[in-house]
């Protein structure tokens, strides 16, 4: 069994920040790909950012240098820290991992950017 635990989600103003975080538990043997998914309302879940064991990392066109994804491998946790936050940014987001063998969810966390 696989825990993912996020944190850091809430209400901020537009030009604001915010850091997320996600940490896994249990059975996770070993972690390829961690990643941030996002839901808006009315909107379908897309890719947020998402960034390799080896620290290669790619962005959705939407976030590129305003948000910048991280890992702890040792901590197995993954972190996105979002600035320059603006309205469109309002979601549930949602962290994701693979571990060569499965693919898992967190339970979401809600980011509401206020204008």
């Known amino acids: 069994q696989v825990q993912l635990v996020e944190f850091g989600g809430g209400l901020v103003q537009t030009g604001g920040s915010l850091r997320l975080s996600c940490a896994a538990s249990?059975?996770?043997?070993?972690?390829?790909?961690m990643a941030w998914y996002r839901q808006g309302p009315g909107k379908q879940r897309e890719l947020v950012a998402d960034?390799?064991?080896?620290?290669?990392?790619n962005y959705a066109d939407s976030v590129k240098g305003r948000f910048t994804i991280s890992r702890d491998n040792a901590k197995n946790t993954v972190y996105l820290q979002m600035n320059s936050l603006k309205p469109d940014d309002t979601a549930v987001y949602y962290c994701?991992?693979?571990?060569?063998?499965?693919?898992?969810w967190g339970q979401g966390t809600q980011v509401t950017v206020s204008s």
């Open positions: 994701h991992i693979y571990n060569g063998i499965n693919f898992y």
């Open positions: 249990g059975s996770i043997f070993t972690i390829s790909t």
């Open positions: 960034i390799t064991r080896g620290g290669s990392t």
